[in-house]
């Protein structure tokens, strides 16, 4: 029986491997995955991460001479895995799909509750507050929805935003053939939306691509929603823009520097981020901990197939969902080196 080390386990994660596992012996580690924890992989064929781990070359060295031969990561972002120290060492898997409507649906969860001003609104009335002064929000209906990255995430908070009767732009520099809505350019998207919603992965490229240039071309008023990668905003950007009106709101499910807070209870510390304590005072700030795929359906999706990944790997067989830094997107048939099932 193979044996894997599973980094970073929740509760949650148990329960929906344990339910699907009956051929691996899992080893749920409740650290997450670095350099100092990586020696507890010793004996492990192979290694389950997420997307708070950081799988640096260090790391990776490790796991490597401690005889791991695959890492899976149970979620679809890569950008904390170092790939080309990983090259011709350790295979890396990952899940590119599970629910994207688990996602989608909590960024319009964000964003009816920040134009809505749920969150107030519950607070208010557990006290007693009736008042509905300024709670004022605005019609979803008839209003712009500035999509970022069309993947099958984008595709599904699109229908959603279709659903309220919003008009839809979209940006992604890989668009989709014969796509039922309209792409346009960045600085035409920024200019023209009432709502700018992220669902791109983190590349090299669009690294803080919302920034103190992108905010000083959007709309007035702009609600800012962003379910994908923390890094995608410039969050000190974002606080300026905040500060001056030209965000709106920002329904915040990630944060550029979430590791060391998200996904655990730090009520009991005194916060050292200042960036991160100044958007959880803002009163137009929605931010949640990273929450937007946590469904039962989502994390059955990424239970069976991680763990069909794994059985590829071990089987021999053709590996999909393989990523490698050789390839230009981390899809196979893009691969640079046009390979065949494997990367190595």
Same mark, same amino acid.
């Given at each position: 029986m193979k044996k894997i080390a599973f980094y970073d386990a929740k509760p949650y994660d148990r329960e929906s491997f344990d339910a699907v596992n009956d051929h691996y012996d899992i080893m749920y580690i409740e650290s997450k =995955?670095?350099?100092q924890t990586a020696v507890i992989s010793k004996g492990c064929d192979a290694?389950?991460?997420f997307v708070n781990d950081? =799988?640096?070359s260090e790391a990776i060295d490790i796991m490597y001479n401690n005889g791991v031969k695959v890492i899976a990561m149970r979620c679809a972002g890569y950008s904390?895995?170092?790939f080309k120290a990983a090259y011709k060492k350790i295979n890396v898997v990952r899940v590119p799909a599970y629910s994207p409507h688990a996602v989608a649906e909590h960024a319009a969860a964000l964003l009816t509750g920040l134009n809505r001003k749920i969150y107030k609104a519950y607070n208010r009335t557990r006290d007693f507050n009736f008042s509905i002064n300024g709670l004022t929000g605005f019609d979803l209906y008839g209003k712009?929805? /500035?999509i970022i990255g069309t993947g099958k995430i984008g595709q599904a908070f699109i229908e959603v935003c279709r659903g309220f009767g919003m008009k839809v732009l979209a940006y992604d520099p890989y668009p989709v053939k014969d796509a039922d809505f309209e792409y346009t350019d960045l600085d035409t998207l920024f200019s023209q939306s009432d709502v700018i919603s992220l669902h791109c992965p983190l590349t090299?490229?669009?690294?803080? =691509?919302i920034d103190k240039k992108a905010f000083s071309r959007m709309k007035k008023g702009v609600l800012l929603i962003n379910t994908s990668r923390g890094a995608l905003i410039n969050s000190t950007d974002l606080l300026e823009a905040l500060k001056d009106?030209?965000?709106g709101?920002? /329904?915040?499910d990630v944060y550029e520097e979430e590791g060391d807070f998200f996904f655990k209870d730090c009520s009991d510390k005194i916060m050292q981020d200042d960036n991160l304590s100044l958007l959880l005072s803002k009163p137009n700030v929605l931010l949640t901990s990273h929450q937007a795929f946590l469904t039962e359906e989502a994390l059955d999706g990424i239970a069976r197939t991680t763990l069909s990944n794994l059985d590829a790997f071990f089987a021999g067989g053709d590996l999909p969902n393989e990523v490698c830094y050789q390839c230009e997107t981390g899809k196979i048939e893009e691969c640079r080196n046009n390979r065949k099932g494997r990367c190595f």
């Open positions: =995955l670095t350099s290694v389950c991460a950081d =799988l640096d904390n895995v170092d712009t929805a /500035g090299d490229e669009n690294n803080r =691509l009106g030209t965000v709101g920002a /329904g915040l």
